[in-house]
């Protein structure tokens, strides 16, 4: 099975050809030059793919995006608000290296203790939150000075020291 990461959202139409802005966190400015498609959750687990017309940089966060089919402001306002997402290698291809985004698809491990794959990065002011599955519930896990013990990029892990009785909450 596909290994999909969710990169961004669809914020905006712009104009009256159905442009849209896509704003994501992949780190770098970049009009994804070469990509050919992203994916729509319509579901749990169905990603639909759209097929890419045209890209223009807006700014370090920002891109103009057509989108095959979507040619006039009505039909583009159908995909507001829907979140985008990229196959592995297109992810790894055009995220920054050293942007949080990359450590989607990282094991968090706290201690001795391996508590997932990272599932989502979610980018605030003074620390990362990690979104993990544990037991099928959703967790959220801060990233920051004061419990981030290693980062191993060769062997795609995240060496935390987790406060006690944080995982209580979840899982307890």
Avoid at 27 to 53: A, D, R, W
Wanted: proline letters at 3%; hydrophobic letters at 40%.
């Amino acid at each position: 099975m596909s290994e999909y990461f969710k990169i961004g959202k669809l914020v905006a139409t712009f104009g009256f050809k159905g442009e849209l802005i896509l704003k994501h966190n992949l780190g770098k400015k970049t009009s994804l030059k070469g990509l050919e498609h992203f994916f729509v959750e319509e579901g749990t687990n169905n990603f639909l793919p759209y097929f890419i017309q045209s890209t223009k940089i807006k700014n370090d966060e920002e891109l103009y995006i057509i989108i095959e089919g979507f040619d006039t402001k009505e039909t583009a306002k159908k995909l507001v608000a829907k979140e985008v997402w990229l196959l592995e290698e297109d992810f790894t291809k055009y995220s920054s290296k050293s942007a949080p985004i990359s450590f989607l698809g990282y094991n968090l491990i706290d201690g001795k203790n391996d508590l997932g794959k990272i599932l989502e990065v979610i980018e605030q002011p003074h620390q990362i939150l990690c979104t993990l599955s544990i037991n099928d519930k959703e967790v959220l896990i801060p990233l920051h000075e004061d419990s981030l013990e290693k980062i191993d990029k060769k062997n795609r892990k995240i060496y935390v020291a987790l406060p006690d009785g944080l995982l209580d909450i979840y899982i307890g």
